[in-house]
């Protein structure tokens, strides 16, 4: 009887803890994995380029301090890139 309550109980409830551990490992290991697989596959949809070409040339137009508007005019002329995509 003390063996099975100090043994064999505790030893169940570790085992079964690390069941539960490893399934939830395994969940996050294949949730990663989807993730990756969405963001490569975004990334070379015409979307995923046309958002990249977007924000690539909205920070180029912020990011330069003198004539701004200069590169706004760029950007406007760059627009039927964004178009065509």
């Known amino acids: 009887m003390l063996i099975d309550y100090f043994i064999k109980k505790p030893n169940h409830k570790v085992r079964h803890l690390s ?12 949730h990663h994995q989807a993730f990756n697989y969405r ?26 301090h003198s004539q701004n508007s200069a590169n706004k005019i760029k950007l406007s002329q760059f627009s039927w890139l964004l178009r065509l995509l």
């Open 19 to 30: 069941q539960k551990m490893n399934s939830i490992n395994a969940l996050k290991q294949q």
């Open 39 to 64: 963001l490569k596959r975004f990334a070379v949809s015409n979307v995923g380029i046309a958002s990249a070409f977007t924000a690539g040339a909205g920070y180029q137009a912020l990011n330069s």
